[in-house]
């Protein structure tokens, strides 16, 4: 008995530094950022080990200073204070780091939750202290029940976080919806060119088009703008911009209020700038990519650099946030082998496409969770965007310098065409691909690659606007062939492509007419379903990328072809202005 008294007596100073140097500042910190962790108790369990680790360590020691000589032991006492005032030293630390009343706790120093952890810390320094200079006077019985009640105390704290992570709010919110419509599915293909979709089904997924059955491709389809932001107002409104109220033209989204009135809960998967404040539920692509890409515990490197600087003195919160982000980078590796695959980690590099992917993939397994009805889902897949990093099967193989661009966009189309194929299935085998509306377009195409036009390069022709911009008619063209391809609900015939004339301008009103609601009046296109036919001018406007277009600073072409007749007409609308309150307004 008196040996285990002194064993446990000659021990304090490894069990001090391991509680309260190792495992007490990660937990305080841990506690007060549960949720911002989103509760992931692997964070946790990293200094939970290393302090029993060191326990163990301890009491070995100790164990060996019993039964060896007393010179032995006397020096393992020394070693256990130096252990011991560290343990306080660094716990201190954490006490009055500046960062400790910040962002780091989760609280501002004026709240009362802060305060009260404060004052908890100072009482945790205060025990162990009056324990440390009073531990001859305290008997094993109690001695044995601090060091059980300590481990077990952060035990039970680790318990209980592991198992306090809420169920996502979103996956509650996208199954619970009671409208019986049927969903509506809108996949925007970013740079899809038509020409090269149709050349991409006809050689690689001709088989697939038995699959397509109710879907109308319109390959005469054109874009109305030759870049994304203009090309999505114009589409989400079915109206072109007359050079007034331009802010009240981008706000103007009839196409989410329509659905939004009748009852559909709607969810957008799209880049920051084409979500809504209209959606029920919705994901950035880089929020997508984060999440399907980045680590497991994405949080650990985070959460071992602070832990360094509130283990550290103030004068060296600086060097220590810096060797901690270089430790915890080591964790990571060590932790995670998902940190060492191959990514992207610029626009130049490819992450608009990579996110693509990505957000293609997360849309395929949210799926499952949705209900039969009354959905409306809104996808942006930056795909086959440049720069051309996959192959037709959406390997991802980083930028190929050797080879025709040509061939690595239509790689690229291919990489698209396969997710649509394995979307569409998924549909299938969910029962609802018939009683669903499937819409895929894109907002405008390649960035100059064509093959079913004149088959000549654009670079040798003559640009339209030499002094505004340098774009060649094959240019306009190529970049004015948007993808637009319609399922409407339980459309039973084959796959067909049709001839006729269309703009996206057409796609808000189609979707209106094939859900039987009432037409707004000032929509600009058709439904292009009607069997009426009606004689209008395909107009794509022209202007630099880099300034809004506005009625003075834009030129407007009126473009007539066919793809397998080829170029028939393209000109510049003369004074745009009577020429909108002619024809359009």
Known sequence: MKMMASFFRDNYGYVCFATF?????????????AKSFDYDSFLLLIPLI?????MILGFIITSLGLVLTKKFNKANYKIQKIFASIGLIIFANDLFVPTEAGALDGTLADIPESISFTVLELFIIVAIAITILYQKRIGLLVRLSQYSL????????????????????TITKMANTANQSPNVYLIWLDGMQTDYFIKSLNERHNSFKKELQGFTLFKNNTSNYPYSLHSYYSFISSTLFKGKNYIDWINND??????????YRLTSYAMPDFISSLDDVNYTSYEIMEQSMALKHPYLSDFISYWAVKSSPNFLANESLTYGKRIAQQAVRLLDPNHNQARPSSVAEGVLPFAGVQTFNKVHQDEHLRHHSGEFIFTQVVLPHLPYIFDYDCNYRGIIKKGRDEDKYYEQVGCALTMIKKFIRHLKQLDRYNDSLILIYSDHGSAGWHDLFDGMPFSSQIPLNAEYYHWSKNSVLVRSSALLMIKPIKADYK??????????????????????WERPSNLEGINVFDQTSIQREKLFTYYKPDRIPDIENMDIYKI???????????ELVDQVTSYFEKNID
């Open 254 to 263: 009839v196409l989410r209020k329509s659905f939004k009135q009748n009852g």
């Open 21 to 33: 140097g190792v495992l007490g500042i990660p937990i305080l910190f841990y506690l007060f950022n």
């Open 50 to 54: 290393l302090s029993l680790a060191l």
């Open 495 to 516: 796959f067909n492509i049709s001839k006729k004339e269309t703009q996206l301008i057409d796609i808000l009103p189609t979707l209106i007419g094939l859900m039987g």
């Open 150 to 169: 300590s481990i077990s105390f952060f035990v039970l704290i680790y318990i209980y976080v592991s198992s306090g992570k809420e169920s996502p709010e």
């Open 560 to 570: 007539i072809y066919d793809f397998e007749e080829g170029l028939q007409d393209i």
